[in-house]
Nanobody
Framework: QVQLVESGGGLVQTGGSLRLSCAVHGTIFSINIMGWYRQAPGKQRELVANITGGGVANVADSVKGRFAISKDNTKNTVFLQMNSLKAEDAGVYYC??????????????WGQGTQVTVSA
């Protein structure tokens, strides 16, 4: 079993910053990719950023230059630093981890979601 524990969401003013964390607990074999998705009310969940096991980061165009993803392999934790937040960044942010199991199957895990609210 794998559990993702997210933290760091909250209320911030436009232009402010937040840092999200997601710690992976449980039986970990080989993590392929760690990432963050978000979902605003009435919209589909979208990828914000992800980072591969080798450290290659991919950031959505809508947040490029403002958000940065990083990870601490020793703690199996992924971070999302969010700067210059805008109203359109508000939503529930979900951590996602994909790992390869010993039988070579990939499995996705999701966090419970953390709310980010951006006020004017």
């Amino acid at each position: 079993q794998v559990q993702l524990v997210e933290s760091g969401g909250g209320l911030v003013q436009t232009g402010g910053s937040l840092r999200l964390s997601c710690a992976v607990h449980g039986t970990i074999f080989s993590i392929n990719i760690m990432g963050w998705y978000r979902q605003a009310p009435g919209k589909q969940r979208e990828l914000v950023a992800n980072i591969t096991g080798g450290g290659v980061a991919n950031v959505a165009d809508s947040v490029k230059g403002r958000f940065a993803i990083s990870k601490d392999n020793t703690k199996n934790t992924v971070f999302l630093q969010m700067n210059s937040l805008k109203a359109e960044d508000a939503g529930v942010y979900y951590c996602n981890v994909r790992q390869v199991k010993p039988d070579w199957r990939e499995e996705d895990y999701w966090g419970q979601g953390t709310q980010v609210t951006v006020s004017a």
